[in-house]
Every structure is written in C-alpha cells, then in structure tokens.
C-alpha cells in the first residue's frame, strides 16, 4: 500500500472511532520552520470545542492570537500587535475575512476587536508517523528521536502495516507508541476501515518542560536549538489551529470515469460500512492521489467529471468541527446588506 493511501485510510479510521480533530502533514518545528512535518496529528478538544466552533471553521491567524486584543474594547491595530506593520495588516485582514474579528476607524485610528473570546480548547496533541513499509524506513529514526526531544506533542506514535520485530523496537525511542494497521475488508470483498492494534502504548512527554530540537545532524556532530516553554506553548497553539483549519481531507477527485467516491457510511448495495468518501481508482484498484497519479499520461484515463462530493459536510456531520457556524452566518447575512 502507498504511505497516500496508508494515510487516508488511518485518518478515516481515527476520525470513526471519535478521536476529536485529525488532521494531515503539519509543520511540526519551532526553531526551524518547515523543518518537520508530521504525517498525522490528532488533537483532543475539551469541553470548549464548541465555543471554538462557534468561530469560523478556518484556522486562526496565530499573529491574532498572540495580540493584545480582546473582546471587550477596541483596540489601535498598531498597538495590538508586536509583528511587523505587514504582517499585522495581513492578520486583520483574514480575521475580518473569517469573522473573528471587528475593524472600525475610531477617533481617527484604524481599530479592532475580537468578535468572542478565544476558548482553551486544546487537551492533547498526538503526532503520528506513518511507516507502511518498515523495511524501507528512510529517516524514521531521527525523525522520531525529534520529536521525543522537542516535545512538542504529547504523544508521538508510529503506525505500520509491517510486522515489528524486536529489532523495530530497540530502534526507536522508548517513549515512541507502535500500533500495527491492519486492512480488512467485508462481504464480497467491501472495504472497510482498517484496524488498529496497539504493539506498544506511548510515553507522555514532557510538552511544559524545555525542550531540544535537532536542526541539522553532521558526522560526529548535532546542532539543536533549546525551546523554551512559551514557544512550545506558541508553537502548540499554532499546530492545533492549523489541524482544526486544514483537517484531512485535503485530496481531490480527478475528472475521470475509473475514479469512484466511496459512498460515506454506504455501500453500493445500500449496507452500512462506516467508509467516508475516497478516491478510489478502478483501473489500479486502489487509492489514488489525483494531484500526481492521475491524468492523460494514465493509460486507464477515461475523461469525465469529477465525483460529487461534499468532503466539508462529512466532515461538519463527523467531528466537532462545524463548517458553517451561526456567527459566520449572521456576518455574511450583514455583508450582505453592504454588497
């Protein structure tokens, strides 16, 4: 199985069993932006998620969130932010776009305010390495010692499809989770979602303490960068906020007449099986990613339109995010009277 598919089918299984927000290859660095990007991340809300929902179903700016702005009073743009003028334009700018933010000229001065207080609704970060195939590990080992140094999530797990002998185990950190993903199918071959088994739970990390982050490894030598508390802090924050913005589903379905969308939470005999909607290809007989598998150059390729489907609403109806929240509604309802 591809590490696309692989990656599909486990975040589909997460989301089934309710593991709160799951989302798809996220920056995972402090120190060196882009430097790690993490395959899966599933974040547990708490009780707040539904004030966080209320928002917008994008992910926040996090030059908003670290502002000296709030919901009580407004607030001069430039004494809000410590950021270049820029950046703080272009923060105001998409929080007014996306409805958590209030701009008015107030005595002269360009102002704002936040539309609701921002909630607290982060619990736990769980960071997930997908590794189908661990007879080709690639730089499985330093990429997991990263994340166990930085700390940045509180759980870090390795997920395969291959069996994991002892010698698996003495590779990676003691703190690494390994679950086994088995692929299963139903009656008359229907797939359905893959099961998890658990070869060895997870450490929790010290995500409040400092933490190490390697930003480039040499012979004989290693250069890090110590990360203090507040920037995981920041750090986290920013990676919940693009997990519930981004979410999982960020694939698309090719215009082609091999390509089928499993039907989500039926199959094409009208029975329950739970599988939401993925490209699957007819010709291949398997996931495809249709960004850099599909197109003429495929000799299965059979031009059509693309599948019909509404990958916001499943995920509005399966998880705690809600794609059209009634504070965006009564905002557009009010842009609307201006247009």
């Not at 409805?99 to 539309?115: K, N, P, S």
């Not at 990676?239 to 589903?249: D, I, P, V």
């Not at 998880?319 to 009277?337: F, H, I, K, M």
Request: with cysteine.
């Amino acid at each position: 199985m591809s590490e696309f598919a692989f990656e599909l089918e486990l975040c589909a299984a997460l989301e089934a069993r309710g593991d709160g927000i799951v989302a798809r290859q996220l920056g995972a660095s402090v120190a060196n932006p882009g430097g790690r990007v993490v395959d899966v991340v599933v974040v547990d809300p708490t009780a707040a998620i539904d004030r966080r929902a209320a928002l917008t179903p994008s992910g926040i700016p996090d030059a908003i969130l670290g502002a000296e702005v709030g919901p009580g009073r407004w607030t001069p743009v430039r004494d809000a932010f410590d950021c270049h003028p820029d950046r703080a334009q272009r923060a105001v700018e998409r929080g007014v776009d996306i409805g958590v933010l209030e701009r008015e000229r107030r005595d002269g001065r360009d102002c704002i305010r936040q539309v609701a207080r921002y909630p607290d609704w982060v619990d736990r970060i769980v960071g997930i390495e997908n590794k189908p195939d661990l007879g080709r590990p690639g730089d499985l080992e330093a990429q997991l010692r990263t994340d166990v140094s930085l700390a940045l999530v509180d759980e870090v797990i390795l997920a395969t499809e291959s069996h994991v002998t002892g010698a698996h185990r003495n590779r990676l950190p003691d703190a690494v989770g390994i679950w086994r993903v088995h692929r299963r199918t139903g009656d008359a071959g229907r797939p359905r979602l893959p099961e998890i088994e658990v070869i060895r739970d997870p450490d929790a990390l010290p995500v409040e303490a400092r933490g190490v982050e390697p930003l480039s490894f040499e012979p004989g030598r290693t250069d890090i960068s110590i990360v203090s508390p507040a920037e995981k802090a920041d750090a986290r924050r920013r990676l919940a906020e693009r997990a519930y913005g981004k979410g999982w589903r960020t694939f698309g379905f090719p215009g082609c007449g091999a390509c089928s969308a499993r039907d989500p939470g039926r199959d094409g005999d009208g029975h329950e099986d739970g599988l939401p909607s993925l490209p699957h290809c007819q010709y291949e007989d398997r996931l495809v990613d249709a960004a850099s598998e599909c197109g003429p150059s495929c000799p299965g390729f059979d031009p059509a339109s693309e599948p019909a489907v509404d990958l916001a609403g499943e995920r509005d109806a399966r998880t705690p995010w809600n794609a059209d929240p009634e504070r965006t509604r009564r905002r557009q309802s009010g842009l609307d009277r201006f247009g």
